[in-house]
Each structure stands twice: as C-alpha cells, then as structure tokens.
C-alpha cells in the first residue's frame, strides 16, 4: 500500500511538472510583443566619376606610359528604416532581440520570387542606436551575388522590409539556424530605378617611345658552339659527365664481386 502511495504521489509530481511547462510556453511565447511593419525608404546613391586620362615615365626604359581616361563606377542602393523603440530583455535563458530583414527582387518578377537578403544562418540585421537605421548595398556585380550590375543597368528593383522580436538559435548536431518570436510581417514595396551605365572606356595603357629611346640590335645575342646555345652545351656536358660516373661505379662494383 505504501509503495501505491508513494507510485501515486509521483505521477501526479510528473502531472503537475508537465502541466507546468504547458503553461510556461505560450506564456513566453506571448509575452514577446509584436512589432510594427517598418516604414523606409529606398533609393540610388549614385558617387560615379570620370578618371582623367595621366601619363607617367617610366624609370626603366624612358617611355612614355598613357593612361586613358575611364567611368569609375560607384553605385549603392541605400535603405533607410526608421527605428522602434526596443530594450532587449533575457527571457527563459534567451535573449530576445529586435531584428531586422530585407528581401528584394526585379520590378517585373512575380511575388513568389522574392530573395532575403537575410536569414537566420546570416544573422538578421540590427537596429542602429540613432533614429534611422541605414543599410548600404553596393551595385558593384563582385559584392554580393544577388545585385548585378549588367541585369540591373537602366531596370528596376523592388524592396521590402521586416521587423522581428525573438532570439536566433540553432538545434543540436548539423540542424539549421531557426528564427524564434514575432514578426511584423512584409511591408509596402519600395522601387528603385537604376539608370543605365554612362558608355565607358576600358582603362588602358598604352606606350610612346621618346626621342631618347634606343634601339635595340636586331638577331640572337646567344652565344652559339657547333650550332648549339650555351644551355644546351651545358646540358650534354652533365649528361657526358654522368655516364662517365656511372661507367666507373659499374667498373668498381664488377671488381669487389670478383674478390
């Protein structure tokens, strides 16, 4: 009867224990707020410029070096959000975060093509400690992969952006980052025009020989023996040595054996 009793007692201890954390998890879930749908702005920052053309000796041989004038493309898209006033907190053993994410894609791409240009492996961004939070993408095609400056010359591309309020973790072994909290939800589109590229020149150097140049004698300058050059004279002379040395090593080892 005792042992009964003492079964008894400790399942309802695992009741009350589950019963517990039932509870706690929608209350932690709820007790992180849901933010606003940002508001911001998008536009081109344009800082190109013409490079001049400049010329420069060079030390060696007294030339002349041209370097031909030349479009220095810097281009950025610059995203402006205004920030929510946020403290971040420790809840359950996390640290719940105010997040930012961007997605983007071209103006005329249906609206399941979308691309993030964060995640929760590549960490979502952060708010600045200002008022406006500003995010700076360059339109150079080498940095990153998502914007190319050949598809996007004289387009159109279409942003929006997100809030979220939770932590960032990851499941045990090869499991993926997660995201964990409340999102705002995608805001209104933002376009952004690009213009196409002013028409460049590639950078070139070009070669002007001055009046001082001297010019060199026409012909080989080798050194020749029995119509071989100096590399292939020393080349038969090792392989010569060689098979002399080898003769005497045969020659020397032939003598031990008959000992």
């Given at each position: ?30 007790s ?26 060079n ?21 402006t ?52 939070t ?36 990851r ?89």
């Amino acid at each position: 009867m005792a042992i009964f009793n003492r079964s008894l007692s400790l399942f309802f201890v695992v009741i009350l224990a589950v019963s517990s954390l039932i509870a706690i998890s929608p209350a932690f879930a709820q007790s992180i707020p849901k933010p606003s749908v940002p508001q911001f702005t998008a536009k081109l920052v344009d800082l190109s410029y013409n490079a001049p053309t400049t010329t420069s000796t060079n030390q060696y041989t007294g030339q002349t070096i041209t370097n031909q004038g030349h479009r220095v493309e810097n281009r950025t898209i610059q995203i402006t959000i205004k920030n929510q006033p946020f403290t971040s907190y420790i809840s359950n053993g996390q640290n719940i975060s105010f997040y930012l994410n961007v997605r983007e894609k071209g103006h005329y791409e249906t609206e399941d093509n979308w691309i993030n240009i964060y995640t929760a492996d590549n960490h979502y961004t952060s708010e600045s400690n200002v008022d406006y939070t500003t995010l700076t993408y360059s339109l150079d095609p080498s940095i990153p992969p998502w914007l190319n400056n050949n598809i996007l010359s004289g387009g159109q591309l279409d942003f929006q952006v997100e809030a979220l309020i939770g932590y960032v973790g990851r499941g045990s072994g090869f499991a993926s980052w997660y995201f964990s909290g409340e999102e705002s939800g995608w805001s209104t589109t933002q376009t952004v025009d690009i213009p196409a590229n002013e028409p460049t020149a590639n950078p070139r150097t070009s070669l002007s020989p001055t009046t001082s140049a001297t010019t060199e004698p026409s012909g080989s300058q080798t050194p020749v023996l029995f119509g071989l050059d100096w590399l292939q004279v020393v080349a038969v002379t090792l392989l010569v040595v060689i098979a002399v040395l080898l003769g005497l090593v045969v020659v020397y080892l032939r003598k031990r054996s008959l000992k």
